[in-house]
T-cell receptor, first 110, second 115 residues
Framework: GQNIDQPTEMTATEGAIVQINCTYQTSGFNGLFWYQQHAGEAPTFLSYNVLDGLEEKGRFSSFLSRSKGYSYLLLKELQMKDSASYLCAVRLYNNNDMRFGAGTRLTVKP | DAGVIQSPRHEVTEMGQEVTLRCKPISGHDYLFWYRQTMMRGLELLIYFNNNVPIDDSGMPEDRFSAKMPNASFSTLKIQPSEPRDSAVYFC?????????????FGPGTRLTVL
């Protein structure tokens, strides 16, 4: 089976920094994606890592360590609108077959 | 482009009825995916197509579920007969050729309630 684990819930304060971790054990690996999903809406793409290291995009950064089966999403300067679920997804092979973690529900408080 | 289009957005039906969900992928995308999302199980891949051909349907829960893609611009997911445990949000997603940063683009979803 494919295992992708994330914390269920996190809470942070507006303006702060939060790190959402994801660990995976999958039969294949061809990239890791992070998606954001607001309540009642579809997931939307945030970031992509296929090599080890940090990818930065504005207030969001994503890190990958393939040897450890580990990734994190870092959100800086949190805003209220960042309250959402964040889904970690692993692309298994070179065919866009992706498996998703259960998601981390982030609540940003004033 | 209008993005991935799904219909209906909401469906309420009674146990035993047939349900058909529809999806129009983004024009030019070669892959189409059907997912189911529930609070208990998260986002689960049901089936995906490449160039209209089903590639992996191992996620389809049972024979009551079937999916077709008669052409590059249309796919259906059918549940017959429906059961209360099928209540979930069903997402369709599409993507370009595999590899690189090509990601999946999700439709708005169909919220299915089976009474």
């Amino acid at each position: 089976g494919q295992n992708i684990d994330q914390p269920t819930e996190m809470t942070a304060t507006e303006g702060a920094i939060v790190q959402i971790n994801c660990t995976y054990q999958t039969s294949g690996f061809n990239g890791l994606f992070w998606y954001q999903q607001h309540a009642g809406e579809a997931p939307t793409f945030l970031s992509y890592n296929v090599l080890d290291g940090l990818e930065e995009k504005g207030r969001f950064s994503s890190f990958l360590s393939r040897s450890k089966g580990y990734s994190y999403l870092l959100l800086k300067e949190l805003q209220m609108k960042d309250s959402a679920s964040y889904l970690c997804a692993v692309r298994l092979y070179n065919n866009n077959d992706m498996r998703f973690g259960a998601g981390t529900r982030l609540t940003v408080k004033p | 482009d209008a993005g991935v289009i799904q219909s209906p957005r909401h469906e309420v039906t009674e146990m035993g009825q047939e349900v058909t969900l529809r999806c129009k992928p983004i024009s030019g995308h070669d892959y189409l995916f059907w997912y189911r999302q529930t609070m208990m199980r998260g986002l689960e891949l049901l089936i995906y197509f490449n160039n209209n051909v089903p590639i992996d349907d191992s996620g389809m829960p049972e024979d009551r579920f079937s999916a077709k893609m008669p052409n590059a611009s249309f796919s259906t997911l059918k549940i017959q007969p429906s059961e209360p445990r099928d209540s979930a949000v069903y997402f369709c997603a599409s993507s370009l050729l595999a590899g690189g940063r090509d990601t999946q683009y999700f439709g708005p979803g169909t919220r299915l309630t089976v009474l």
